[in-house]
């Protein structure tokens, strides 16, 4: 029997990032992030971050270090970021040119924002000003390579942790989208880990997926410090983000099964959930095209036609060299909306198909009626009662019966937007 090959860690990243890295501009070259790094030359122990993550310190630590961040750094770090996507975006208008099906979808997009802004309202507030969320951790020394941390209210013992990697079209992708996500399976004992990554024009996708498998390694080797378990790690995308996040760990996979060297291991990922997801990029590309994502700028999202099967998991399955890899891969769960036009169920159903045909452990949920938003969006901002997010619950704490008890009796999730915006939402979604 082969031996499994070894894990080589890169060196410990801090957990807490000083206030230099902290100000560093998010379009800054390597060089400048590397720098910006050795010019903090405090580095913090993981009973220092967990002491700072809980909100104590050290007679030793000045007032300045005990916080996670000031709001002046929120402040000179938001101002960073809307330069650089003011810029893109106009980089952006250059590939997509004029035409009638992005335009109107971007004004339906702005009607539907507006109608789900009192909910948007009372999340920013929560994810900008609470203490348990720990926002724009540098976890790699690329641009955007960053990460909001979400930490339950308690601190008993080492934590479940989700690692999510929002969607976007590949375009439009911001680690604050997983915010509503994140603050409530913290509510339920989780931690959760919101990776940012390279959108394009920034980055293409061989970048995007680089930047996530780096975002999964920081998790994995440093989680611990911040109050989480290594040995539950969760990882789950939604929309691009799933086809991002997928094409990461089969990536991760097909690495660990020839013995190349690797900062993580897929045997660290208990399971993976897949969200509205897209998972073969040569049936993508038409449907996209006809909703407005343009042919031309999908070519250059996805590197060209010849890069579609490196980047499309479910063609990447029937390759009979990827066999050893896919004995490597943890349970998959696929969820999917019956009422999804952004991305047919038909995409997570022929997933399914592959992985089950290689012998990887694969549930299929098809949520009758839902759209590419309503089991993202629209259902948690409902409130109440939440299938999806009780089925992801459930599954993390299925070995914690303790856990359990808590979830059978924890209160209903209030509402934060009226039924009638929602409705009209639905109506108007781009989605």
């Known amino acids: 029997m082969q031996s ?11 957990p807490m990032c000083s206030a230099a890295s902290d100000m560093k501009e998010v379009g800054s070259s390597d060089s400048d992030e590397m720098a910006l790094l050795q010019s903090s030359n405090r580095l913090y122990s993981p009973e ?7 909100g104590k310190s050290s ?43 992005w335009i109107t979808r971007l004004l339906a997009l702005a009607c539907y924002a507006m109608l789900l802004m009192p909910g948007f309202l009372q999340v920013a507030y929560i994810y900008f000003f609470s203490p ?41 992708g911001y680690k604050a989208w997983g915010s509503l996500l994140g603050l409530q399976l913290a509510e339920r004992d989780i ?3 919101c990776l940012d990554y390279r959108n394009f024009p920034q980055g293409t996708i061989s970048d995007m997926v680089g ?66 997801g897209g998972y073969n990029l040569f049936k993508l590309v038409e449907h996209c095209h006809n909703r407005g994502l343009y042919r031309s700028i999908f070519l250059s999202i996805m590197e060209g036609e010849e890069s579609f099967e490196q980047f499309s998991p479910g063609v990447r399955m029937k390759d009979p060299s990827v066999r050893k890899a896919a004995s490597l891969l943890p349970h998959i769960v696929l969820f999917h909306g019956s009422a999804d036009y952004s991305i047919p169920p038909e995409a997570s159903k022929t997933f399914a198909d592959a992985l089950r045909a290689v012998d990887v452990k694969t549930d299929l ?20 009662k939440d299938e999806l997010f009780d089925h992801i619950v459930s599954m993390i704490h299925a070995e914690d019966r303790e856990a359990l008890t808590k979830d059978a009796v924890a209160p209903q999730r209030k509402r934060l937007v009226p039924e009638f915006l929602l409705t009209l939402a639905a109506k108007v979604s781009p989605f």
């Open 48 to 54: 220092q971050v967990r002491r700072r993550v809980s």
């Open 4 to 14: 499994s090959p070894a894990i080589h860690l890169p060196y410990r990243c801090r």
């Open 191 to 193: 931690i959760v880990a």
């Open 365 to 384: 949920i098809i949520y009758e009626g839902k759209s590419h938003t309503d089991l993202f969006l629209q259902d948690p901002l409902r409130g109440g």
């Open 211 to 276: 930047d996530v498998s780096r975002g999964i390694s920081y998790v994995c080797n440093n989680i611990s410090a911040f109050g989480g378990d290594p040995n539950r790690i969760y990882l789950m995308g939604q929309s691009a983000g799933a086809h991002i996040s997928s094409c990461a760990l089969i990536e991760q996979a097909i690495k660990e099964s020839r013995g190349e060297s690797i900062s993580w291991s897929v045997s660290q990922i208990k399971a993976y959930f897949g969200l509205s």
């Open 132 to 172: 348990q969320v720990r926002r724009s951790v540098v976890y790699g020394d690329q641009p955007r390579n960053r990460l909001d941390l979400y930490i339950p209210p308690t601190s008993d013992g080492l934590k479940p942790v989700v690692v999510f990697v929002t969607g976007g079209a590949w375009i439009i």
């Open 59 to 101: 007679p030793d630590e000045s007032p300045r270090f005990c916080r996670q961040q000031s709001f002046g750094r929120d402040i000179g770090h938001a101002a960073a970021e809307t330069y650089l996507v003011t810029r893109l975006s106009f980089n952006l208008l250059g590939y997509l040119g004029v035409g009638y099906r």
